[in-house]
Protein backbone atom coordinates (compact mmCIF):
# COMPACT_ATOMS: atom_id res chain seq x y z
CA UNK A 1 0.00 0.00 0.00
CA UNK A 2 1.60 3.68 -1.12
CA UNK A 3 -0.30 4.94 2.03
CA UNK A 4 -2.07 8.22 2.44
CA UNK A 5 -0.82 10.40 -0.43
CA UNK A 6 -0.76 14.15 -0.39
CA UNK A 7 0.18 17.20 -2.61
CA UNK A 8 1.70 18.99 -3.45
CA UNK A 9 4.56 18.05 -0.95
CA UNK A 10 5.52 22.33 -1.09
CA UNK A 11 3.55 24.70 -2.01
CA UNK A 12 4.90 28.55 -1.99
CA UNK A 13 2.42 31.77 -2.97
CA UNK A 14 1.56 35.00 -2.79
CA UNK A 15 -0.64 36.70 -0.15
CA UNK A 16 -4.60 36.61 -1.77
CA UNK A 17 -3.98 33.94 -3.69
CA UNK A 18 -5.96 30.34 -3.56
CA UNK A 19 -4.50 27.53 -2.46
CA UNK A 20 -5.41 23.71 -3.22
CA UNK A 21 -4.19 21.10 -1.05
CA UNK A 22 -5.05 17.16 -2.23
CA UNK A 23 -5.51 14.23 -0.16
CA UNK A 24 -5.59 10.38 -1.18
CA UNK A 25 -6.11 8.24 1.62
CA UNK A 26 -5.47 4.81 1.98
CA UNK A 27 -7.70 2.35 0.05
CA UNK A 28 -10.80 0.92 2.27
CA UNK A 29 -10.43 3.33 5.02
CA UNK A 30 -13.41 5.68 5.83
CA UNK A 31 -12.22 8.58 8.14
CA UNK A 32 -10.21 11.25 6.70
CA UNK A 33 -8.29 13.68 8.80
CA UNK A 34 -6.63 17.45 8.08
CA UNK A 35 -4.34 19.05 10.39
CA UNK A 36 -2.41 21.77 10.60
CA UNK A 37 0.96 21.98 12.62
CA UNK A 38 2.97 25.54 13.46
CA UNK A 39 5.99 25.86 15.73
CA UNK A 40 3.43 27.88 18.20
CA UNK A 41 0.43 26.08 18.10
CA UNK A 42 1.44 22.47 17.40
CA UNK A 43 -0.99 19.65 15.57
CA UNK A 44 -4.32 20.94 15.25
CA UNK A 45 -7.09 19.43 14.14
CA UNK A 46 -9.14 21.34 11.55
CA UNK A 47 -12.07 18.84 9.92
CA UNK A 48 -12.32 15.18 9.47
CA UNK A 49 -15.14 12.98 7.58
CA UNK A 50 -16.22 9.53 8.03
CA UNK A 51 -17.90 8.05 4.96
CA UNK A 52 -16.90 11.21 2.54
CA UNK A 53 -19.52 13.22 5.30
CA UNK A 54 -18.22 16.26 7.46
CA UNK A 55 -18.62 15.17 11.00
CA UNK A 56 -16.15 18.07 12.46
CA UNK A 57 -15.52 21.39 11.38
CA UNK A 58 -14.71 22.82 15.04
CA UNK A 59 -11.18 23.11 14.08
CA UNK A 60 -11.37 25.24 10.94
CA UNK A 61 -9.62 28.62 11.79
CA UNK A 62 -12.03 31.13 9.56
CA UNK A 63 -14.61 31.18 6.57
CA UNK A 64 -11.42 30.71 4.17
CA UNK A 65 -10.62 27.44 4.63
CA UNK A 66 -12.98 24.90 3.47
CA UNK A 67 -12.52 21.06 2.53
CA UNK A 68 -14.36 18.68 1.03
CA UNK A 69 -14.20 14.72 -0.14
CA UNK A 70 -16.28 14.23 -3.33
CA UNK A 71 -15.61 10.39 -3.11
CA UNK A 72 -13.66 8.15 -0.63
CA UNK A 73 -10.34 8.16 -2.58
CA UNK A 74 -9.91 11.86 -2.74
CA UNK A 75 -10.11 15.41 -0.47
CA UNK A 76 -8.79 19.10 -0.60
CA UNK A 77 -8.37 21.65 2.07
CA UNK A 78 -8.63 24.61 0.35
CA UNK A 79 -7.66 28.37 1.39
CA UNK A 80 -9.45 31.56 -0.30
CA UNK A 81 -7.48 34.06 0.25
CA UNK A 82 -4.51 33.00 1.33
CA UNK A 83 -2.67 34.64 4.19
CA UNK A 84 1.13 34.69 5.78
CA UNK A 85 -0.54 33.53 8.99
CA UNK A 86 -1.57 30.81 6.79
CA UNK A 87 1.71 29.36 6.56
CA UNK A 88 2.12 25.73 8.20
CA UNK A 89 2.83 22.32 7.24
CA UNK A 90 -0.70 20.56 6.83
CA UNK A 91 -1.48 16.53 7.30
CA UNK A 92 -3.53 14.46 6.39
CA UNK A 93 -4.73 11.33 7.71
CA UNK A 94 -6.83 8.48 6.88
CA UNK A 95 -8.47 5.24 9.37
CA UNK A 96 -10.06 2.54 9.23
CA UNK A 97 -13.26 2.99 11.37
CA UNK A 98 -13.95 -0.43 13.25
CA UNK A 99 -14.98 -0.14 16.73
CA UNK A 100 -13.34 2.27 18.76
CA UNK A 101 -9.72 2.18 18.95
CA UNK A 102 -8.32 2.51 15.06
CA UNK A 103 -4.95 3.79 14.51
CA UNK A 104 -4.42 7.15 12.09
CA UNK A 105 -2.37 7.14 8.91
CA UNK A 106 -0.11 10.03 8.57
CA UNK A 107 0.67 11.26 5.24
CA UNK A 108 4.28 13.21 4.61
CA UNK A 109 2.70 16.27 4.25
CA UNK A 110 2.00 20.08 2.15
CA UNK A 111 4.56 22.56 3.81
CA UNK A 112 2.99 25.88 2.82
CA UNK A 113 4.53 28.89 2.64
CA UNK A 114 2.34 32.31 1.96
CA UNK A 115 4.64 35.34 1.41
CA UNK B 1 -10.92 13.78 26.43
CA UNK B 2 -8.96 13.37 29.12
CA UNK B 3 -5.53 15.81 28.92
CA UNK B 4 -2.29 13.87 29.36
CA UNK B 5 0.57 15.90 30.77
CA UNK B 6 4.56 14.43 29.48
CA UNK B 7 7.92 15.68 30.59
CA UNK B 8 9.00 18.13 27.53
CA UNK B 9 12.08 16.77 26.78
CA UNK B 10 14.13 13.36 27.77
CA UNK B 11 17.66 11.70 26.66
CA UNK B 12 18.53 8.03 26.07
CA UNK B 13 21.73 6.47 25.53
CA UNK B 14 22.02 4.45 22.25
CA UNK B 15 21.36 0.96 23.25
CA UNK B 16 19.62 1.49 26.24
CA UNK B 17 15.95 1.47 27.32
CA UNK B 18 13.71 4.78 26.92
CA UNK B 19 10.75 4.88 29.17
CA UNK B 20 8.64 7.69 28.63
CA UNK B 21 6.17 8.35 31.07
CA UNK B 22 2.64 10.17 30.75
CA UNK B 23 0.11 10.95 33.38
CA UNK B 24 -3.76 11.27 32.35
CA UNK B 25 -4.99 11.09 35.86
CA UNK B 26 -8.97 12.14 34.57
CA UNK B 27 -8.90 9.17 32.04
CA UNK B 28 -12.51 7.62 31.91
CA UNK B 29 -13.00 3.96 31.15
CA UNK B 30 -13.89 3.55 27.96
CA UNK B 31 -11.08 6.22 26.82
CA UNK B 32 -8.00 4.32 24.66
CA UNK B 33 -4.57 5.66 25.56
CA UNK B 34 -2.41 6.28 22.27
CA UNK B 35 1.17 6.77 21.34
CA UNK B 36 2.36 8.05 18.04
CA UNK B 37 5.89 9.91 17.70
CA UNK B 38 6.99 12.49 14.80
CA UNK B 39 10.33 12.57 13.37
CA UNK B 40 11.70 15.30 12.09
CA UNK B 41 9.94 16.59 9.13
CA UNK B 42 7.84 13.67 8.63
CA UNK B 43 3.82 13.09 9.90
CA UNK B 44 2.88 11.16 12.97
CA UNK B 45 3.26 7.64 13.41
CA UNK B 46 1.54 5.12 15.26
CA UNK B 47 2.89 3.26 18.04
CA UNK B 48 1.23 1.62 19.91
CA UNK B 49 -2.23 2.21 22.09
CA UNK B 50 -4.17 0.00 24.75
CA UNK B 51 -7.36 0.33 27.15
CA UNK B 52 -6.03 -1.70 30.55
CA UNK B 53 -3.75 -4.50 29.78
CA UNK B 54 -0.14 -3.70 28.56
CA UNK B 55 0.60 -3.88 25.82
CA UNK B 56 3.26 -5.34 23.04
CA UNK B 57 4.55 -5.01 19.20
CA UNK B 58 7.57 -5.15 17.29
CA UNK B 59 8.37 -0.95 18.20
CA UNK B 60 7.25 -0.62 21.94
CA UNK B 61 5.83 -1.56 25.13
CA UNK B 62 3.15 0.19 26.93
CA UNK B 63 2.47 -0.49 30.33
CA UNK B 64 -0.91 1.62 31.86
CA UNK B 65 -0.80 1.68 35.69
CA UNK B 66 -3.83 -0.29 37.51
CA UNK B 67 -5.80 2.63 38.10
CA UNK B 68 -4.65 3.95 34.65
CA UNK B 69 -3.73 7.50 35.48
CA UNK B 70 -0.45 7.08 33.93
CA UNK B 71 1.31 5.36 31.53
CA UNK B 72 4.41 4.90 30.52
CA UNK B 73 6.21 3.75 26.89
CA UNK B 74 9.15 1.49 26.52
CA UNK B 75 11.40 1.45 23.52
CA UNK B 76 13.42 -1.65 24.59
CA UNK B 77 16.84 -0.80 23.01
CA UNK B 78 16.68 2.63 21.84
CA UNK B 79 18.42 3.81 18.21
CA UNK B 80 19.85 7.29 16.92
CA UNK B 81 16.43 6.62 14.41
CA UNK B 82 14.54 6.75 17.74
CA UNK B 83 14.85 10.56 18.11
CA UNK B 84 11.40 11.88 17.82
CA UNK B 85 8.64 13.72 19.33
CA UNK B 86 6.58 11.11 21.12
CA UNK B 87 3.02 12.18 21.90
CA UNK B 88 0.83 10.37 24.37
CA UNK B 89 -3.28 10.71 24.01
CA UNK B 90 -6.07 9.94 25.27
CA UNK B 91 -8.96 9.31 22.86
CA UNK B 92 -12.83 8.14 23.79
CA UNK B 93 -13.97 5.52 21.69
CA UNK B 94 -16.94 7.07 20.63
CA UNK B 95 -14.95 9.65 19.01
CA UNK B 96 -12.61 9.66 16.00
CA UNK B 97 -10.63 12.89 17.18
CA UNK B 98 -7.29 12.41 18.07
CA UNK B 99 -5.89 15.73 19.70
CA UNK B 100 -2.39 15.99 19.82
CA UNK B 101 -0.74 17.90 23.00
CA UNK B 102 2.81 18.94 23.44
CA UNK B 103 4.64 15.44 24.04
CA UNK B 104 8.12 14.42 24.77
CA UNK B 105 11.14 15.57 22.79
CA UNK B 106 13.39 12.10 23.14
CA UNK B 107 17.07 12.46 21.93
CA UNK B 108 18.78 9.67 21.71
CA UNK B 109 22.76 9.98 21.85
CA UNK B 110 25.81 7.85 20.57
Known amino acids: DAGVIQSPRHEVTEMGQEVTLRCKPI?????LFWYRQTMMRGLELLIY????????DSGMPEDRFSAKMPNASFSTLKIQPSEPRDSAVYFC?????????????FGSGTQLSVL | DAKTTQPPSMDCAEGRAANLPCNHS???????VYWYRQIHSQGPQYIIH???NNETNEMASLIITEDRKSSTLILPHATLRDTAVYYC???????????FGTGTRLQVFP
Open chain 1, 93 to 105: ASSSRTGGDEKLF
Open chain 1, 27 to 31: SGHNS
Open chain 1, 49 to 56: FNNNVPID
Open chain 2, 26 to 32: TISGNEY
Open chain 2, 50 to 52: GLK
Open chain 2, 89 to 99: IVRSGNTDKLI
